[in-house]
C-alpha cells in the first residue's frame, strides 16, 4: 500500500471493473468465513462478476447500492454498501469490508458513517441492519461505535472453520443515528477523512469538515 500520509479517501459507485481489486480479497478463506455468511467457496473473477451482476443493473431497481473506498492515487482499499432496499419499510441491510492492507487506518468506521449519513439522509430510510459473526470483534467494535443495538443471536447460524458460531444481529434507527452523530464526529480524528466523490463535500464527508452539522 502507499504512503500512509495520504489520508484523504474517496467512496464512489461500484464500477465493474473494480471486482479485479475485489474479487482477491474474497479469495481469502480466513476473511471469507469471518464476513461473509453466504460463501465458504472463494470465487474466480468470472464467478464474482456473476454473483455481483445484480449490483450493475442499468435500471438502478436491484435493492442494492454499493460504493468503493480509494485513495487519492486511486488504489481501493474497501467497499462498502446497502442491500436489501426497501422503500417502502424504509430499511436496509448495511455492510462494510476494507482490505487487510488497509485495516487501522480508521477508514471501516468512517465510511461506514457516511453510509450512515446517504442512507438516513439522502434516500429517507428509518432502520438500517447488520449481522457479524459472534467472535468477530472487528465488526462488533464497528457497529457498536456506529451506536447499534443488539437485537438478537441467532444461535449457531454461522458456520465456518467447522465451528457453528452464533450470529448477532443490531439495529440502527436514523434517530440512534442522529443521536450518536454528532459525539462520534468529535470521537474521530479530522486527520484521515472518508469523503464522496472526485471534489468532496465538506457535508458529506466524514467526520464533517464543518463546525456545525444537522
Known amino acids: 500500500m502507499e504512503d500512509q500520509s495520504d489520508r484523504v479517501f474517496r467512496m464512489r459507485p461500484l464500477e465493474k471493473a473494480d471486482l479485479e481489486v475485489i474479487s ?6 480466513e476473511d471469507l468465513g469471518r464476513f461473509d455468511r453466504t460463501s465458504r467457496v472463494p470465487l474466480n473473477l468470472a464467478q464474482t462478476e456473476d454473483a455481483w ?11 442494492k447500492c454499493w460504493f468503493v473506498v480509494q485513495s487519492e492515487s486511486g488504489e481501493i482499499l474497501g467497499m462498502s454498501g446497502l442491500e436489501a432496499i426497501s422503500p417502502i419499510n424504509r430499511d ?19 465510511a ?7 442512507a438516513f439522509r439522502q434516500l429517507g430510510l428509518n432502520r438500517l441492519t447488520s449481522y457479524y459473526r459472534q467472535d468477530n470483534t472487528i465488526s462488533r467494535d464497528l457497529v457498536e461505535r456506529m451506536g447499534c443495538q443488539v437485537e438478537g443471536v441467532l444461535r449457531q447460524a454461522w458456520y465456518s472453520d467447522g465451528t ?38 465538506p457535508l458529506w464527508s466524514w467526520p464533517p469538515q464543518v463546525d456545525k452539522f444537522d
Open 53 to 63: 451482476r445484480d449490483a450493475f443493473n442499468p435500471s438502478g431497481n436491484s435493492g
Open 112 to 118: 461506514t458513517a457516511l453510509l450512515g449519513d446517504f
Open 24 to 29: 482477491p480479497w474474497f479469495q481469502d478463506i
Open 92 to 110: 436496509a441491510v448495511i455492510a462494510m469490508f476494507v482490505a487487510k492492507s488497509a485495516r487501522r487506518l480508521g477508514l471501516g468506521i468512517r
Open 164 to 201: 457453528f458460531h452464533d450470529m448477532v444481529v443490531v439495529g440502527l434507527l436514523r434517530q440512534d443515528w442522529m443521536d450518536r452523530r454528532l459525539t462520534l464526529a468529535k470521537e474521530l480524528k479530522p486527520d484521515t477523512v472518508v469523503t464522496f466523490g472526485s471534489y468532496g463535500c
